[in-house]
């Protein structure tokens, strides 16, 4: 069974901090995404990394895909209170399907 | 934009009860989903239908069942509601051979 474990489950940080949320693996994913989830909606995809090692980046958002692909971080810089939310990682398991991690719950406080 | 709709924000039911949960997509995505989402816990697949009328079980599929008669349209039965079946369910779609999901709004069922 493929397993993603995220971490830290939650974070309640000012505005201005930085902060990085990591999504841990034993097993290799063929890819790994990041939705965020706002309350009342369902997750909305932010990302999606393939190559071990890559880096993308979304304005304040960094996201790296571990060389031996079996692990992610979402790193958020100078964070703001729209940034508050649920973060989720999911990896791509056969047929079309995901797996998800249990969440980060993300306050940011003004 | 994909946009995925279901059928209620907030569903209310008695135990014994059954419960018909119901998405549709208008992007013409071959793939859709169920899923139901408990703190903690992160999102659980309930069930997958890949074509019409065809369907598969996900990790929990206990006490539910599905159907798809167009493409468009994916319905989520719950038999006989029970209250550890309370829970928000989220309905998803993706193309053809795409990983990437798109998600309704979720449904708030409690059974009380």
């Known amino acids: 069974t493929q397993l993603l474990e995220q971490s830290p489950q939650f974070l309640s940080i000012q505005e201005g901090e930085n902060l990085t949320v990591y999504c841990n693996s034993s097993?290799?994913?063929?890819?790994l995404q990041w939705y965020r989830q706002e309350p009342g909606e369902g997750p909305v995809l932010l990302v999606t990394?393939?190559?071990?090692?890559e880096v993308k980046k979304l304005k304040r958002l960094t996201f790296q895909f571990g060389d031996a692909r079996k692990d992610s971080s979402l790193h958020i810089t100078a964070a703001q209170p729209g940034d508050t939310g649920l973060y989720l990682c999911a990896g791509a398991r056969y047929g079309n399907k995901l797996v998800f991690g249990a969440g980060t719950i993300l306050r940011v406080k003004s | 934009d994909v946009k995925v709709t279901q059928s209620s924000r907030y569903l209310v039911k008695r135990t014994g009860e059954k419960v018909f949960l119901e998405c549709v997509q208008d992007?013409?995505?071959?793939?859709m989903f169920w899923y139901r989402q408990d703190p903690g816990l992160g999102l659980r697949l309930i069930y997958f239908s890949y074509d019409v009328k065809m369907k598969e079980k996900g990790d929990i599929p206990e006490g539910y069942s599905v159907s798809r008669e167009k493409k468009e349209r994916f319905s989520l039965i719950l038999e006989s509601a029970s209250t550890n079946q309370t829970s928000m369910y989220l309905c998803?779609?993706?193309?053809?051979?795409?990983?990437?999901?798109?998600f309704g709004p979720g449904t708030r069922l409690t059974v009380t």
């Open positions: 998803a779609s993706s193309g053809g051979h795409s990983y990437e999901q798109y």
């Open positions: 990394v393939v190559t071990g090692g």
């Open positions: 992007m013409d995505h071959e793939n």
């Open positions: 097993s290799v994913f063929s890819s």
